[in-house]
């Protein structure tokens, strides 16, 4: 027992050093990556939807790197610390030779390595955290990673509203808190990633067959998962574009997609990591897909600021708790041999509705309008709860 306390107290002060630059680094997803490629390169749609639909990329690629890094015997957080390390270099690029095409390719490989570093980052919470506190530890983190985005938000925010040709600079700083998630991931108590029989990197969808349960939340999941993403990078685009009337400062963007919604999850993270440890699962799944639902009508179709206000804050809620269940479900139905396949399932699927969710946003906007746009991505998410409904689990696996 007490060695297995070392472990868990050694990672969630490395994870907490971690959360620092994993704040910093959520802002440009978020906000900052299209905010310079609206204001600064004017980058079409089929442009942004690249670099939107990087990280999805990374996710698709799980899969194949989780096999290459067993095939190699690579413990999980030496994969991890690899995938951060090359990620900052590839940032680093775009901020030293500012064109489109470097932009576009250095900071959407650099975001594909911190989305495929998933499978690794779960197997490591699996083993190093007890599953009755894994929940509450992990929200610890994330209050530190919100404060980290908020404040990195409005400061970036203020920079380029300043001098958008400082974006540099932010850049600059999105390549050295890779490199610190990196050094960070390194240092993490050893972890080794289970062998599986045969060659076939793609073997990990056998237990999509096999487990009913696991079948059906994955199936859930890409409904809701196509709706929520389909509007993410619409909100930066509704906020930022003059086509759609509002075309508001660089600082208020930061406001209405990273500071309201960073707040909100502050206030409900550390309530959501317990309810997560105690709370059926799928109950649960479908009381973030509620919050979602509303927040995207509220945001597009809610009328002016008040609309904004309301679908940011309803956002943050719900993302708080999001946070937890994507990261961190599998460890619920998985048996503990099995995380990293199943969370390398998961991943390939988000990827998947990732790399056609931004293009079908963009495609659906402009031809049909953001209201009947966000109208389509809540029914969707309906539609994944009510195939939730009749599911019962016990609340984790031991």
């Known amino acids: 027992m007490n060695a297995i306390l070392a472990r868990e107290r050694a990672t969630f002060r490395l994870e ?26 004017r980058a079409d749609p089929f442009q942004k939807g690249l670099l939107q639909g990087a990280s999805s990329a990374g996710l698709l690629l799980t899969p194949l790197l989780v096999s290459a890094a067993a095939a190699l015997g690579w413990p999980a957080q030496r ?23 470097v932009f576009l390719s250095g900071a959407g ?13 779960a197997t490591i919470y699996s083993e190093n955290y007890r599953a009755e506190c894994r929940g509450d530890l992990f929200s610890r983190n994330i209050v530190v990673r919100i404060l980290a985005s908020v404040s990195f938000a409005w400061i970036a925010g203020r920079v380029l509203q300043a001098d958008p040709a400082h974006f540099r600079g932010i850049l600059a700083i999105y390549a050295a808190a890779l490199m610190l998630n990196a ?15 045969g060659r076939n990197p793609l073997r990990a969808f056998r237990w999509v067959r096999q487990d009913r349960l696991f079948r059906l939340t994955l199936i859930s999941w890409m409904f809701m998962g196509f709706g929520n993403l389909m509007m993410f990078p619409l909100r930066v685009e509704y906020l930022a574009n003059e086509r759609y009337g509002l075309h508001l400062a660089a600082s208020d963007i930061a406001l209405f997609t990273t500071i309201i919604p960073n707040a909100a999850r502050l206030l409900c993270t550390r309530a959501w990591g317990r309810l997560f440890d105690r709370m059926n699962f799928f109950a649960l799944r479908i009381l973030l897909n509620t919050g979602f639902m509303l927040g995207i009508l509220s945001f597009f179709t809610g009328g002016g600021t008040p609309g904004l206000w309301a679908g940011a804050l309803l956002f943050g809620i719900a993302n708080a708790g999001a946070d937890l269940a994507w990261s961190l479900w599998v460890t619920k139905v998985a048996p503990p041999e099995r995380v990293t396949d199943y969370m390398a399932v998961h991943t390939f699927l988000t990827g998947a509705r990732g790399l056609i969710a931004p293009f079908a946003a963009f495609a659906c906007a402009a031809r049909f309008g953001v209201g009947l746009t966000a109208a389509g991505s809540a029914a969707l998410i309906l539609v994944a709860s009510l195939m939730l409904a009749g599911e019962r689990r016990p609340p984790a696996v031991a």
């Open 109 to 121: 490989l650099g975001f594909l390595c911190v989305a495929a570093t998933a499978p690794f980052i």
């Open 183 to 197: 050094a960070c991931a390194w240092r993490l108590p050893a972890v080794p990633l289970v062998r599986s029989a």
């Open 16 to 41: 907490r050093v971690r959360a620092l630059a994993g704040g910093v680094l959520e802002t440009a997803q978020v906000t900052f990556l299209l905010l310079i490629a609206e204001r600064w390169f």
């Open 79 to 101: 994969a991890a610390a690899g995938l951060f390390a090359v990620g900052g270099i590839a940032v680093l690029l775009a901020a030293l030779v500012p064109t489109l095409a």
